[in-house]
């Protein structure tokens, strides 16, 4: 079975710092785009960062540019979130999500996989 399992989230002031990280584990053949995601109470989940897998092409919301950076290290099937200058606005569950290929005998299969989320707190 394969999953993703966050860790990281809690709470800080505004202006502060969090970094939040992912790790992918089962029987994985390889790990394709990965990416955050967010959803604040009363809000749709919304796009936080993509990476794809060899860290080429990286995708920001317009409203974490300049502040968020998203990265991966591929020999620990890992993606990491780091969260500066926070805001308020950015309170929300954060959730991780993977495009994960599964090899069974012969039979190759892309899963979308998600995390189980990690809150994230921002008092003003």
């Known amino acids: 079975q394969v999953q993703l399992v966050e860790s990281g989230g809690g709470l800080v002031q505004a202006g502060g710092s969090l970094a939040l990280s992912c790790a992918a584990s089962g029987s994985i053949y390889s790990i394709n785009d990965m990416g955050w995601y967010r959803q604040a109470p009363g809000k749709q989940r919304e796009l936080v960062a993509t990476?794809?897998?060899?860290?080429?092409?990286?995708n920001y919301a317009d409203s974490v540019k300049g502040r968020f950076t998203i990265s991966r290290d591929n020999a620990k099937k890992t993606v990491y979130l780091q969260m500066n200058s926070l805001k308020p606005e950015d309170t929300a569950v954060y959730y991780c999500?993977?495009?994960?290929?599964?090899?069974?005998?012969?039979?190759?299969?892309?899963?979308?996989?998600w995390g189980q989320g990690t809150q994230v707190t921002v008092s003003s």
């Open positions: 990476i794809t897998s060899r860290s080429s092409t990286i």
């Open positions: 999500n993977a495009e994960i290929a599964t090899l069974t005998g012969d039979i190759l299969r892309v899963l979308e996989i």
